[in-house]
């Protein structure tokens, strides 16, 4: 259901969100996230979404692993995104792609469907930021690239493609980055609930930086064995 106004004046988002609470995966904003669907409940989830509004909330549950369980507790944060990519596959899966729209608070949980998917009520007041192009002038380019160089050096085995990457919009090379990096799930947490772009790439560079600091680490201490 989708208020007629606009809750908390997010126009067009609705009222009433189906989650999807998976460990260590990140939807941001303007982000893609392929998502294979095979799961009985979140088939129907989608099945129903596609008919609607096509929007699904991704959250983590707040224990690693938690989807595992029934009904997992989830973090207050999510993000919303939309249903861009569909396809069926041969043995019934769904192949699809979500394109983050709008972070949200979770306020509420509403009863379970009948096909035991989750749904919340949600309020996107705090990121409505997230509804207007981000202000990348706020990124420190020349910093993120610094620890990018770092983080994933060259003949590591997982090579860069620098001009795509020199190509890229700041905003859009922080939300890829934040999404695609190895990054632990209260880390990937952190980086959802950054209040806005520049923030969000602050974190990101502290993470990269001791991500490179831990990969160094464990190549001495492999030398020294």
């Known amino acids: 259901m989708t208020s007629e106004t606009g809750r908390d004046g997010a126009e067009g988002l609705p009222d009433v969100l189906p989650i999807f609470p998976l460990s260590g995966v990140l939807l941001l904003p303007r982000g893609q996230l392929p998502l294979n669907i095979f799961e009985p409940r979140y088939l129907a989830m989608t099945r129903e979404a596609m008919t609607g509004d096509q929007l699904i909330g991704m959250i983590q549950p707040r224990a690693p692993g938690g989807e595992r369980e029934p009904s997992p507790a989830v973090y207050d944060t999510g993000c919303a995104g939309?249903?861009?990519v569909f396809r069926e596959t041969d043995d019934g899966r769904y192949?699809?792609?979500?394109?983050?729209?709008?972070?949200?608070?979770?306020?509420?949980?509403i009863a379970l469907t009948?096909?035991?998917?989750?749904?919340?009520?949600?309020?996107?007041?705090?990121?409505?930021?997230?509804?207007?192009?981000?202000?990348?002038?706020t990124v420190d380019r020349d910093r993120l690239l610094r620890?990018?160089?770092?983080?994933?050096?060259?003949?590591?085995?997982?090579?860069?493609?620098w001009p795509a990457v020199e190509r890229m919009p700041s905003d859009r090379l922080v939300t890829s980055l934040a999404m695609l990096l190895p990054f632990s799930p209260g880390e990937k947490q952190a980086l959802l609930e950054a209040a806005d772009i520049g923030a969000c790439a602050e974190i990101l560079v502290t993470l990269m930086e001791m991500l490179a600091a831990s990969d160094v680490d464990a190549d001495t201490e492999g030398m020294l064995q």
């Open 82 to 84: 939309r249903i861009t």
């Open 95 to 109: 192949l699809i792609t979500l394109s983050g729209v709008c972070r949200f608070v979770v306020t509420d949980e």
């Open 114 to 137: 009948d096909t035991g998917y989750r749904r919340v009520s949600p309020t996107y007041a705090r990121y409505l930021g997230d509804l207007v192009e981000p202000d990348a002038a």
């Open 147 to 161: 620890a990018l160089q770092f983080c994933v050096p060259a003949g590591s085995g997982n090579e860069i493609d």
